[in-house]
């Protein structure tokens, strides 16, 4: 996305993806302007695409500051798209005031999903089928949480088949704290991505993160008594990973 001038394309120049070119075709949809035929329609916003057979496709997000919808384009290239529609008609679940940002979507089991953010409330999905290029949204549910940002998820299909999704978990501290640290926000964990037997997204975190487990140290039957504390004196670190079975015996 081109601040103020519309969708554009940037090519890798480079396996490692250091050193970029941008296209001279770029913009490839310029932002409307007021005045202009398809102003209101869509603004060339936050974009995403895809490729159908011989069909580029592209979703472009539905801008926070002029509450634009999210549309769709396609075309026989991705520097030749044309707008098709509004791409997300029966949205029912969003608040006023929120959009549709940073589209990411995909097919997941028997169901195609868009995964986005809202600007007020961070990372969300809607599940759904993509039908003569419609897509039609049967739910909706978010993935943040109390306190916390899961911001601009990105996902893809590794060789596996696994769909793998990273986002941005933003720092809620106050900004010239941010400023004096020198760093803000982590990446997630990445996750795996699946849909359960009852059409309900299943989260889990990658086997991989299993080879960053060192130094296991396991307890059992210990009894942690009322308004006292029990150290482990050998169980310490900077990140530690706790699995624990509790049997409260009458506690609250």
């Given at each position: ?27 490839i949809v310029h932002m409307p302007k007021p005045g202009e035929p398809d102003y209101g329609k869509y603004d ?209």
């Amino acid at each position: 996305h081109g601040v103020d001038a519309g969708n554009c394309i940037a090519l890798a120049q480079d396996d490692k993806l250091i050193r970029w070119k941008k296209s001279p075709s770029n913009p490839i949809v310029h932002m409307p302007k007021p005045g202009e035929p398809d102003y209101g329609k869509y603004d060339s916003w936050d974009p995403h695409g895809w490729l159908e057979g011989d069909t580029y496709y592209s979703i472009f997000g539905g801008n926070p500051g002029t509450g634009t919808q999210p549309a769709l384009f396609k075309g026989p290239a991705m520097t030749r798209l044309h707008f098709v529609s509004r791409f997300l008609d029966n949205d029912r679940w969003s608040q006023p005031g929120e959009d549709v940002s940073c589209p990411d979507f995909f097919k997941i089991g028997n169901k195609n999903m868009l995964l986005c953010i809202s600007h007020m409330r961070g990372a969300r999905y809607f599940l759904g089928r993509w039908e003569n290029e419609h897509f039609i949204a049967e739910s909706h549910a978010r993935m943040n949480w109390p306190g916390g940002a899961f911001f601009v998820p990105e996902t893809l299909l590794d060789d596996k088949g696994r769909r793998i999704v990273w986002a941005w978990c933003m720092d809620e501290r106050p900004q010239a704290t941010r400023i004096a640290s020198g760093w803000s926000g982590v990446m997630s964990l990445p996750r795996v991505l699946t849909l359960g037997s009852d059409g309900v997204l299943q989260i889990e975190p990658v086997e991989e993160l299993k080879q960053l487990r060192f130094n296991p140290r396991a307890h059992q039957n210990l009894t942690v008594n009322s308004e006292a504390d029990l150290p482990l004196d050998d169980i310490r670190g900077d990140g530690l990973e706790l699995a624990m079975e509790m049997q409260p015996d009458g506690a609250s």
